[in-house]
């Protein structure tokens, strides 16, 4: 089910060409023209969604049970030394086209062109203030 403008839909739709990874009913996988690190590619549902908000289980289930066999694949072509998965979601997560994906970011040593950068907060926190925090989130589900 495509999305009229969206960019990922008329890929899968051949629309627009990629280099395509693979492809079956429910995911299509091409690399990302970045190419951050050699290998860098998306993996998309078929079905448009917007983000990992609006995305049906049924649909996130077989676009999730995908990611390990693209990236075992990139694995074995290049051996890369680990690899980053990224999700972006909302334009303040830096999410720029929206139909889910996935980013699997080959990492080759820590000048391979990617980094993320994390400030950690633990000392801001008590345990119980983690306990309220995941009761308020376990409230939501």
């Not at 299509?28 to 049906?56: C, R």
């Not at 983690?130 to 009761?135: E, P, V």
């Amino acid at each position: 089910m495509s999305h009229e403008g969206c960019i990922f839909c008329k890929i899968i739709d051949g629309e627009i060409p990629s280099a395509k990874v693979y492809e079956d009913e429910f995911v299509y996988a091409f690399l990302d023209i970045s190419q951050v690190t050699k290998g860098h590619t998306l993996i998309i549902p078929k079905t448009h969604t917007k983000n990992i908000y609006e995305t049906p289980e049924n649909i996130a289930s077989e676009f999730f049970a995908r990611v390990p066999k693209v990236a075992n694949a990139i694995k074995a072509a290049y051996n890369p030394i680990g690899m980053n998965l990224l999700n972006n979601n909302e334009k303040p997560a830096d999410q720029s086209v929206f139909h889910l994906h996935i980013h699997l970011i080959p990492r080759y040593g820590e000048n391979d062109g990617y980094s993320s950068n994390w400030t950690v907060h633990a000392d801001d926190y008590t345990a119980d203030d983690l306990q309220i925090i995941a009761q308020e989130i376990s409230d939501s589900l």
